[in-house]
């Protein structure tokens, strides 16, 4: 059985001693960019390798790019196989906000070519909540090869986003809250406000009152109602830099809206360039 989309606690504790099982935990704080890695060591799922969303997924910052521009590929095919990662693993990453970031490396994953990939859904909270074992020992990795089979055509460019926009050929998703969305507060950027034209969907809203995602059949009717008549390949997600946007992309794929593109550079790439309009309300 291949997992692609979501995996249950379950299923991920009776694998726990299987070696082609990888398990990645993704826990980061933008407030505080090492309080994932400090989690981690005070306790994780057994096993568990540590990804850190700054220095591991993304790239450094430039004066071009967002808050977290994309990882430098070849960078991130060695370390996946530094993990102990190989191309035919069965990847799981986990967080404990709800996927918001174990959807990054989900994400990531699949744009190298490596389908074998779920987020854990409920995370970390929902794997204690059960009373399943975690551990402070870190893993024995064996380091092994990954190759990737980049699709760069998985994610648009700021520039491809706004010459999209103008010809009306995507459907651009917002998964900021709607108050960010709307421009009436901005705690991270320096802008507030939306790229014209963008629909929102808060990512919190795949979620369920526990933080389990909600059934395919829902997620399914909602994104049908949000996008009306345009094509999953024609959906567009972005949010502040590119992260969250990846939660409501995985919930697409998972309600079996597949095919949806990431604008990778997303909000805070787009605010760097005066030329480009913004929007309000």
Same mark, same amino acid.
């Given at each position: ?35 994932? $890695? ?54 799981? $990453? ?23 990939? $779920? ?159 913004? $929007?309000?309300?």
């Amino acid at each position: 059985m291949t997992y692609t989309t979501l995996v249950s606690t379950d299923t991920l504790n009776q694998q726990l001693n299987n070696s082609n099982w990888i398990i990645v935990d993704c826990r980061f704080s933008l407030a505080d960019t090492e309080a994932g $890695a400090k989690a981690y060591r005070h306790g994780h799922i057994p096993n568990a390798r540590y990804a850190h969303l700054d220095k591991d997924l993304s790239s450094a910052i430039t004066d071009f790019t967002g808050r977290h521009p994309l990882p430098n590929f070849s960078l991130l095919a060695k370390k996946l196989g530094d993990w102990g990662i190989t191309n035919i693993s069965q990847v799981v $990453a986990y967080d404990d906000a709800g996927g918001a970031f174990a959807g990054r490396l989900w994400w990531l994953l699949k744009c190298m070519g490596h389908d074998k990939v $779920a987020v854990l859904n409920g995370g970390i909270k929902q794997w204690q909540k059960q009373g399943l074992p975690v551990t402070t020992t870190l893993p024995t990795v064996k380091p092994t090869t990954f190759r990737a089979y980049l699709d760069e055509s998985a994610w648009l460019n700021a520039v491809q986003v706004q010459n999209s926009l103008a010809q009306k050929a995507i459907c651009l998703i917002d998964a900021r809250t709607p108050e960010r969305y709307r421009g009436e507060q901005e705690p991270i950027d320096p802008v507030a406000g939306h790229i014209p034209g963008a629909l929102n969907r808060a990512f919190q809203l795949n979620l369920n009152s526990n933080g389990l995602f909600l059934s395919a059949e829902q997620l399914r009717e909602q994104f049908k109602q949000l996008i009306g008549t345009t094509a999953p390949e024609q959906v567009v997600h972005y949010c502040g830099s590119g992260v969250t946007a990846c939660h409501n992309l995985l919930a697409m794929e998972y309600a079996g809206l597949t095919g949806s593109k990431l604008y990778a550079g997303s909000w805070s790439e787009w605010i760097r360039n005066k030329n480009r309009s913004i $929007a309000k309300g």
